[in-house]
């Protein structure tokens, strides 16, 4: 049921729960924010901590209100999809909130202070850069596809971006440049664009003095103590390099021995290194100030971080499924006829697949604030015998969606307070979810979280 396809999720990024509506500013605040970010719903008659279904008292009042509300306060004019569900002869509204091309603002805050996004779980007002690049999305232009007419072309190394070229055995012509969006024509010259001066600028500091790779070895398995760091501050496609050769640098590297010789073994492949490294370089937003890609090697994890959440529209679970949405145009086509790009959007699948057949654990996706982090970890998985119990309720759950405490007790042949303390133990494990009105509900039931 559709309840249930929202109860296996906890609130993020395109998901919040509400008990009422009566703090309408908030869920007009959400709208804003799933419109702007990343689409999303909002499912009212829900308590978010516990996820108990509580209901409302009179959801079509509160359905006109929330229509009212939205149709006022929200520029340019914008309605969501409004539904109102039954469960178990409690009533829930669900609020279904498309992504659209913006900028949406609250109007009584005007087109500066009322644009709000989805970070996590909650809603933050956006600040100039982001409200810039989201009017960008409406132009169908790219942060590095922008020209850069205070500088001229001697500024930017073509030689040495000629060469990596002909590494590729590919030849760099003006008109292969500007095809690449290297440069462009602005006020009747020719000009080099900004993801020129990232990718080749002799000078890039003084445009983008953050656009560098900071890269730590820690001792242990945390930022307590260093062991070595350094800054790269390279062109991209070199720097991509010295980046994975800095970590190659502070791994373990293993031994195979064969019959006729033996084979060095990286702790991590280093197919997998150099996507994460490639995605981080070609998916940082270099619009935000103060702050560069961070490369931290600990002894049981490599954490890879960039600028910028994920590209307005595209969520975590879209990007894992192989959808990919570049934010640097001009970036990601000069990586492609480099050869550092294989195929758009098969990077996170090539990455998670690698992993698998290494035996290694797969690597950690996640959005943190207006990063995006790739967490790598070193070691085999550890082999963990499941008990048989647990076994048996996963198959259950897989054929039949949800099971009672009464269910779970005939499934194992326990009592049901024995049922009842493994369901419990499992819930605060994050393997299950309670559905029901709450803790003494006799007709609750449990499914698999996502």
Known sequence: MMVQSFLVKDEGKTLEFKENCRSLRRIVQSVVAFAN????????????KTKEIVGLADPSKDEERLANAFADAIRPLFIPDIQIHSWRKRELIIVTVPHMIGPYYIQSEGPEAGVYIRLGSTNRRAGPELIAEIQRMTRNTFFDELPCPQINS???????ASEFFQGVSRRFTPAKRKSLGLTMDYGGREVPTQGAVLLFGKNRGRFFPDATIRCARFQGPTTARFIDQTEIDEYLPKAVDSAIAFIERHTKQGLEIGRLQRREIPEYPQSVLREAVINAVVHADYSLGGSGIKIAVFDDRIEITNPGFLPFGLTLEAALSGVSRLRNRVIGRTFRELDLIEQWGSGIGRMLATSQEAGLQPPRFEEIG?????????????SIPQPQWRLA????????GQI?????????????RTARDRLRKLVNKGTLVEVGTGPKDPRKVYILKV
């Open 404 to 416: 009672s405490t009464h269910d779970a007790s005939r499934l194992w042949s326990t009592s049901d």
């Open 154 to 160: 001697e500024d930017i190394d073509f030689r040495a």
């Open 370 to 382: 207006t990063n995006f982090r790739v967490t790598l970890f070193g070691g085999h998985l550890p």
């Open 37 to 48: 970010t990343s689409g999303g719903a909002i499912v009212i008659g829900i308590r978010d």
């Open 393 to 400: 309720l996963i198959d259950y759950l897989n054929e039949n």
